[in-house]
């Protein structure tokens, strides 16, 4: 099956360089019409410029495809409105999502300023609300969408010095669970994308043999699927150097113990029961770990 987006719409956020720009030009190459946005800013956040953005418009006409720039902050939600409707007034529709806006304020969480926590949390899981909130209305009424998340490794596992970046990301996760459930019923699939990509944001972190081994490029497929018709609902890829590997969160069968004053001393000479990865599920919602709870305390009645 030939993986193409003739006749559909795409808004990639943080597409101005780097991994968002690869990404808004596989689409294009594949038949979507792009609209590019990026603030323009720097990897911290500062200044703003539609230029990148313009220019990657400029390399997606030049190839024969259709696209439009857009310099919005995905922190400002009537400037985001404004995006989407921009789009809807050039194309008639929106069928894509690709929410990759992000900065970095990278710092010990012992030396961390709280502003720099806030505004990371700001860019990265607000600013996909905002996206997610804009383009929602429209998918509903067409009942289709794609939705693809970008979350990390950072907040999937923990990373040093990344305590602001891992919360907005592993936050990202748990926008995408519930807004999957939501928009089941209009076909709205939304999924993350964990990638392992050498942009500007990781320039410094790695040496440069291991950079020159993470291409942005390789991490496309993974958007291109989670973005496409196809794509599933509720998944976690991810993608670097050519290799792709699903996360999951899981739920183990636990253990009951019920009520009483010497629960806590049992929980903790159990505790390696209790977290036994035998048998463990993914749940389709929240509701799985009550449904097991209960069951467990209903069943030990009997």
């Not at 720039?69 to 809807?88: L, P, W």
């Not at 899981?125 to 990390?152: D, F």
């Not at 919602?285 to 467990?296: H, L």
Request: charged share 15%; glycine share 12%; with cysteine.
């Amino acid at each position: 099956m030939a993986i193409d987006f003739i006749g559909r719409v795409a808004i990639v956020t943080g597409a101005g360089g780097g991994l968002g720009r690869q990404h808004a030009l596989a689409l294009a190459a594949r038949g979507a019409k792009v609209l590019v946005n990026d603030l323009g800013s720097g990897v911290h956040g500062e200044g703003g410029s539609v230029s990148p953005a313009q220019a990657v418009v400029d390399e997606i006409r030049a190839a024969g495809g259709e696209a439009l720039a857009n310099g919005a902050s995905v922190t400002d939600f009537a400037a985001v409105e404004a995006m989407v409707q921009q789009a809807i007034d050039a194309w008639g529709r929106v069928d894509i999502l690709v929410n990759n806006a992000g900065i970095l304020r990278d710092k010990s969480f012992a030396k961390m300023d709280m502003a720099d926590f806030r505004l990371v949390v700001e860019v990265h899981l607000m600013g996909a609300a905002n996206c997610c909130k804009a383009v929602w209305p429209h998918m509903v009424a067409q009942e289709y969408g794609r939705i693809v998340m970008t979350t990390s490794s950072t907040g999937l596992y923990g990373n040093f010095g990344q305590a602001n970046y891992g919360a907005a990301k592993l936050a990202q996760v748990g926008l995408m669970q519930t807004l999957a459930i939501e928009g089941a019923k209009h076909h709205i699939h939304v999924n993350a994308l964990a990638p392992t990509a050498a942009t500007r944001m990781t320039e410094g972190l790695m040496p440069e043999e291991v950079l020159a081994a993470l291409k942005p490029e390789a991490v496309v497929p993974a958007m291109l699927v989670l973005a496409h018709e196809s794509a599933p609902t509720r998944t976690i890829l991810c993608a670097g150097a050519g290799t792709f590997e699903a996360a999951h969160i899981t739920l183990t069968q636990g253990i009951h113990l019920g009520l009483g004053a010497d629960v806590p001393e049992q929980l903790a000479a159990r505790l390696a029961e209790a977290c036994d990865r035998a048998g463990e599920q993914i749940p389709q919602s929240g509701a799985a770990q009550g449904t097991n709870e209960v069951g467990k305390a209903l069943a030990a009645r009997v």
